[in-house]
């Protein structure tokens, strides 16, 4: 089992639409947690931070759920600019800051 | 956006020559990071550095050494190139003095082994 997974998708939406991800974690030990946005032939992109409480920025909204061991990004009213792969990505504590990262999640927003 | 770059951002090679890509950040960040991404396999980590002449391997660092002798410069070597070396390289930089160790990314540096 990959220590982070995500399903690849493509999710393929029409603008406006909201959208959800998850990603998956095996290791518990996990302690700081990201979503990041890439674009088609670039680099990624950090689009942001997961906290323990959950956070908002605009139309994204990142969730942590430690007791089942995942995160979860939102995306409201979704812009044909969100299309994109998002990748999340987990760091263990114990002091490497090494991050694991998913594979990625397609997203498709078409007119 | 973080102040790193990459060199050469492309460069095609033959098989059994060696290559050497750069990475310059200009952020005093203590780790950098080497990846290669390929479709099917997301981004792979090669090394990564954790200070000036403090290096260990990846997940993937079989045919790759690196080196660091400068905070601001990561040098990625390919002792003799393969075609299974064709892929995309990033570099990355962090800091874990902050508090939530987030990575950025350099534009990447696209190699093709002939």
């Known amino acids: 089992r990959k220590e982070v997974e995500q399903d690849p998708g493509p999710f393929n939406v029409p603008e406006g639409a909201t959208v959800a991800f998850n990603c998956t974690y095996s290791?518990?030990?996990?302690?700081?947690f990201f979503w990041y946005r890439q674009d088609c032939r670039k680099e990624p992109k950090l689009l942001m931070s997961?906290?323990?409480s959950g956070n908002e920025d605009g139309r994204f909204t990142a969730q942590l759920n430690r007791a089942s061991q995942y995160i979860s990004l939102l995306i409201r009213d979704s812009k044909l600019s969100d299309s994109a792969t998002y990748l999340c990505?987990?760091?263990?504590?114990?002091?490497?800051?090494?991050?694991?990262f998913g594979r990625g999640t397609s997203l498709i927003v078409h007119p | 956006d973080a102040g790193i770059t990459q060199s050469p951002r492309h460069k095609v090679t033959e098989t059994g020559t060696p290559v050497t890509l750069r990475c310059h950040q200009t952020?005093?960040?203590?780790?950098m990071y080497w990846y290669r991404q390929d479709p099917g396999h997301g981004l792979r980590l090669i090394h990564y550095?954790?200070?000036?002449?403090?290096?260990d391997k990846g997940e993937v660092s079989d045919g790759y050494s690196v080196s660091r002798s400068k905070t601001e410069d990561f040098l990625l070597t390919l002792e003799s190139a393969t075609s299974s070396q064709t892929s995309v390289y990033f570099c990355?930089?962090?800091?874990?003095?902050?508090?939530?160790?987030?990575?950025?990314f350099g534009p990447g540096t696209r190699l093709t082994v002939t």
């Open positions: 990355a930089i962090s800091d874990p003095g902050t508090v939530t160790y987030e990575q950025y």
């Open positions: 290791n518990s030990a996990s302690q700081s």
């Open positions: 997961v906290y323990s």
């Open positions: 990505v987990v760091i263990a504590s114990g002091g490497s800051y090494i991050p694991t």
């Open positions: 952020e005093n960040h203590r780790y």
């Open positions: 550095s954790y200070g000036v002449k403090d290096t």
